[in-house]
């Protein structure tokens, strides 16, 4: 989820206003600022371990004040199997509307007619028109929903439970890409379980449950429906969450079935990039 700040001066250099790369002393500023914008606990800058992740995988880069020297802006870009996401933009309240989102996302994605780029956009007022500016469109809503395990229906499709180097293996497979940090990541402790999906001996759908979240779920169209349902049958919570496109298959069932839509970002993209429907998505990692 993005929270971008857009300013149609930023670009004015007597505003002091440039960016930096980032390291591990930036992550306590970086947390400031992602709690401030409101992110949750887990998979968000507010987690130490989700920032030290993008560290490792992705360009990350800061906004100090002019005055302090204090972190109060940050975002983050990296590639993966469906093209270059901007994973965070964040800019702390109390800095809006100063152009530092702008600012941002100019060094990270400094050619703005590149193929290949995509983000989830928060419904922050500002959002729409930086990401549009960046040559960004909107497609489709990806939608929270939140409900109850009990009230599912039934799946013709077995779940097995993997470790991490089998999954990421699998996803590389269905998906053309290495997720193999994703996947450390969402099980790392014995936090979340990697799952197979499967009908009979064919392998359909891949991803991980954690607590009360699938928390992400690569799967081909043609089985979208089934799989998903399997995947979050598997999770053992009463109450379940998952992140959908809102064209997905299995909207309408889940919906009927007694989940609500406690949220939503909207997925925007350059025009050549097409993201998979199929697919349940981490709203930080794609």
């Known amino acids: 989820m993005t929270i971008p700040s857009f300013d149609p001066g930023a670009t004015d250099p007597r505003r002091g206003l440039t960016s930096r790369a980032v390291g591990l002393a930036d992550v306590p500023g970086i947390r400031r600022v992602s709690q401030a914008a409101g992110q949750p606990d887990a998979d968000s800058g507010a987690d130490d371990a989700y920032v030290e992740l993008l560290l490792q995988t992705a360009t990350v880069r800061v906004v100090e004040d002019p005055l302090t020297g204090a972190v109060v802006a940050w975002g983050a870009i990296r590639s993966g199997p469906l093209g270059s996401m901007l994973t965070d933009l964040f800019v702390h309240p109390d800095h809006h509307g100063r152009g530092m989102g702008g600012v941002l996302l ?33 497609s489709w809503p990806l939608l929270y929903l939140s409900g ?3 009230l599912l229906p039934p799946s013709p499709m077995q779940v097995q439970r993997v470790d991490a180097a089998v999954a990421c293996d699998v996803d590389s497979q269905l998906a053309s890409g290495n997720r193999s940090s994703d996947y450390g990541f969402w099980t790392r402790s014995g936090s979340g379980q990697a799952i197979v999906v499967q009908d009979g001996d064919r392998t359909v759908a891949v991803g991980v449950l954690r607590g009360g979240n699938l928390v992400h779920l690569t799967c081909s169209e043609s089985d979208a429906d089934t799989a998903l349902t399997a995947a979050l049958r598997a999770n053992e919570a009463a109450n379940i969450t998952v992140c959908l496109p809102g064209r997905h298959p299995s909207v309408t069932s889940l919906l009927r079935a007694g989940f609500r839509i406690i949220d939503y970002d909207l997925a925007m993209s350059t025009p050549d990039l097409a993201l998979p429907l199929a697919w349940a998505y981490s709203p930080g990692l794609g």
């Open 106 to 138: 100019r060094a990270l994605w400094p050619e703005h007619t590149a193929p290949g780029r995509f983000t989830f956009s928060s419904q922050h007022p500002s959002a729409l028109p930086l990401y549009a500016r960046a040559g960004l469109q909107p």
């Open 148 to 150: 109850p395990s009990a």
